[in-house]
């Protein structure tokens, strides 16, 4: 019987502990990883996050660009990372479309945790302002009459622009060349430079040429408008249904990382999402935020999953 109180003693000093460790991380400078270029949605998330984080957290918090292999290299390296000090800056390439297209160096599900939802964005139709098209049909129209000749731009394979533009061909009927980026930054490059003629990318990427007239908006595959783009139409308003596609992003951490701190940084950043400078900057960029505890991410991340592994395999979708 005198187990039992020696027991809760124990359990009480171990969670005094662990809330004593939690209160004193970080020690150091933390860096939030990103699996694309400079310039694309994934950095534009974290960079709005990471500029409000470092003061509550009393250390720097420095964005770190891991472009490659579809966001994933850097979700492989924060699932390697043994520092204590090491987020990631999650997107739904990497943790909801990659794992049934590439072969992952690390388990998606087992190596990773998810901490905090950042928000999502709709993906956007955007041609070079050369291409002499004003609407989806006129796009589609020459589409036909030039199969192959109109090259798209991706962040690169497996990504949501990627996966947007095959679900435009099959609802469309139309063959169109895939050239792959590392990140969104180089691919608009090229883009407002005519080297390829449109993209699906992602709001946070394309709205500041968008605005600036360098780049025109023909839709937005998402359920409604975006305020952002007010006159610009839906995929279905623009007589293309069933094309709807949006990236979402959230903190990830190592699996290895104490609850703890998991706490620690879910509550620090929600405190930064709930920011009016925050909320506008985001907002600025077409992000929709939606708060959610760890547990209701943790749910979404393996709902995002099952959705696009079906879609994956019913549409075939393969990498090129």
């Not at 297209?101 to 955007?126: E, I, Q, T």
């Not at 991706?154 to 469309?172: C, R, V």
């Not at 952002?228 to 139409?233: D, G, I």
Request: contains cysteine.
């Amino acid at each position: 019987m005198k187990l039992i109180p020696v027991l809760l003693l124990a359990t009480c000093a171990v969670s005094l502990q662990t809330l004593s460790f939690a209160q004193d991380w970080p020690t150091r400078s933390v860096r939030i990883l990103v699996g694309s270029a400079p310039g694309g949605g994934t950095d534009a998330m974290a960079r709005a996050v990471a500029d409000r984080l470092g003061p509550l957290l009393k250390h720097s918090v420095v964005v770190e660009n891991r472009a490659g292999a579809s966001n994933t290299l850097a979700a492989d390296l924060t699932s390697k990372a043994t520092d204590g000090h090491t987020l990631l800056m999650g997107v739904s390439t990497a943790h909801a479309i990659a794992p049934y297209l590439l072969k992952l160096s690390y388990d998606n599900d087992k190596d990773l945790v998810p901490v905090a939802f950042v928000g999502s964005v709709p993906n956007v139709l955007v041609v070079n302002n050369d291409l002499p098209v004003d609407s989806v049909q006129a796009l589609i129209k020459l589409a036909k009459a030039q199969p192959g000749k109109l090259n798209y731009a991706t962040s690169g394979s497996g990504s949501t622009q990627h996966i947007a533009a095959e679900l435009f061909k099959d609802q469309a009927g139309v063959f169109m060349t895939h050239i792959p980026y590392r990140g969104s930054g180089p691919a608009l490059i090229d883009l407002v430079g005519g080297q390829v003629q449109l993209s699906f990318d992602t709001m946070p990427s394309v709205i500041g040429q968008i605005k600036a007239g360098r780049i025109r908006a023909l839709a937005v595959a998402s359920a409604k408008r975006n305020p952002q783009l007010p006159n610009v139409p839906t995929m279905a308003e623009a007589g293309l249904k069933g094309v709807e596609m949006s990236a979402w992003y959230g903190i990830y951490m190592p699996a290895s990382t104490p609850k703890a701190v998991q706490d620690r940084v879910y509550v620090e950043v929600t405190k930064v999402l709930a920011m009016p400078e925050t909320q506008t900057r985001l907002s600025a960029i077409g992000a929709d935020l939606t708060p959610m505890t760890q547990a209701q991410f943790a749910a979404f991340h393996a709902a995002e999953n099952k959705r696009y592994a079906e879609l994956i395999a019913r549409k075939n979708i393969k990498l090129d």
